[in-house]
C-alpha cells in the first residue's frame, strides 16, 4: 500500500503541479473543470447514482453548469456567487456533528444537488483565485493551508490525541488534531504575510483567513466520510492507486477553497 501510495504521487505531482501553476489561465480552467469532472462521477457514486448512466448523466450535468458558468464570466467573477457555498458548509457542519439523527441529506436526490452545489463552486473559486493579481501564490498558499491542516493533524493526533471529534464520521480524527492542523496553518499564513510585505492589521486578517480555510478543510474531509459512511464504502473510487479516488484528496479542498476565496474578497486581499 505504502509502495503504491508513494508511485502514484510521484507520478502524478508533476501533472498537478504543471497544471496548476505553470499553466495558461484557459488551460488552468480546463485542467481544474477536468479533476473536477472525474470527482462528479465519484460523488454520483456516493449519492447512490449506481448505474454507469446515471453517473455519466450526472458528470455531463456538472460539465455543462461549468461551462455555462465560464461562458457567463470568462474572467472568472464568481466571489459573489460563494455566499450560498459558505451557508451550506454551515449547514453541513450541523449534520456532520448530529450525524446520524440529521437526516436531510441522505436521499439520493438530496445528495446529487449537494454535489452540484460543491463541484461547481469549488471550480468557481479555484479559477477565481487564480485570477487575481496574486492569484499564483494565493493558490499556493491555499494548497499548503489544506495539507499542512492534514499534516499537522496526524502528527498531533498521533501525539496528544485522546478525545473524538467526530466519533460517528471519522473515529480516527481527535481534537488533538484539529488544533495541531489550526497551528500549521497559522506558522504558513504567517510565513505568507511575511513573503506578501503585508501592514500589521492585513496580516492578522490573512492569517484569520487561514484559521477559518484550515477548519473549512476538516469539514470537508469529514463530510466526505460521513458520505461515504453512509454508502458504506472506504473510498470514493480506486483510480489512484494507494489513495483511494479523487474525491479522497480534494475534498478538503472543496470546502477550504470556497471560504478562502470569500473571505479575501471581502476583506478585499488580493
Not at 484557459?26 to 448505474?51: H, M, Q, R, T, Y
Not at 460539465?63 to 449547514?91: C, H, K, Q
Not at 476538516?218 to 492507486?241: A, C, Y
Amino acid at each position: 500500500m505504502l509502495k503504491e501510495r508513494i508511485w502514484t504521487a510521484v507520478l502524478l505531482a508533476p501533472v498537478v503541479l504543471a497544471g496548476l501553476f505553470l499553466s495558461s489561465f484557459d488551460v488552468f480552467k480546463l485542467f481544474v473543470a477536468g479533476i473536477i469532472l472525474l470527482g462528479a462521477w465519484e460523488w454520483a457514486n456516493l449519492s447512490g447514482l449506481i448505474p454507469a448512466t446515471a453517473r455519466l448523466a450526472y458528470t455531463s450535468l456538472i460539465a455543462a453548469l461549468i461551462a455555462a458558468l465560464n461562458y457567463y464570466s470568462p474572467n472568472a467573477d464568481f466571489a459573489d456567487f460563494l455566499w450560498l457555498t459558505a451557508l451550506f458548509w454551515l449547514i453541513a457542519a450541523f449534520w456532520v456533528v448530529r450525524y446520524p439523527l440529521a437526516s436531510d441529506w441522505q436521499s439520493v436526490w438530496q445528495r446529487s444537488l449537494i454535489g452540484v452545489l460543491v463541484l461547481t463552486s469549488s471550480w468557481m473559486a479555484l479559477v477565481h483565485l487564480q485570477h487575481q493579481s496574486n492569484g499564483v501564490v494565493l493558490l499556493l498558499m491555499l494548497l499548503l493551508l489544506v495539507w499542512g491542516a492534514d499534516i499537522g493533524a496526524y502528527f498531533a493526533g498521533k501525539t496528544w490525541g485522546r478525545a473524538k471529534l467526530a466519533p460517528n464520521v471519522s473515529p480516527g480524527k481527535t481534537r488533538a488534531g484539529l488544533w495541531g492542523g489550526l497551528a500549521s496553518c497559522a506558522v504558513i499564513s504567517f510565513c505568507f504575510v511575511i513573503y506578501l510585505e503585508l501592514d500589521l492589521l492585513t496580516g492578522v486578517y490573512l492569517m484569520l483567513i487561514a484559521m477559518l480555510a484550515g477548519v473549512a478543510s476538516v469539514l470537508g474531509d469529514l463530510f466526505e466520510s460521513m458520505l461515504k459512511r453512509h454508502r458504506g464504502i472506504k473510498d470514493s473510487s480506486r483510480l489512484l492507486p494507494g489513495h483511494g479516488g479523487i474525491l479522497d484528496r480534494i475534498d478538503s479542498i472543496t470546502a477550504a477553497a470556497p471560504v478562502f476565496v470569500l473571505c479575501l474578497h471581502l476583506l478585499s486581499i488580493s
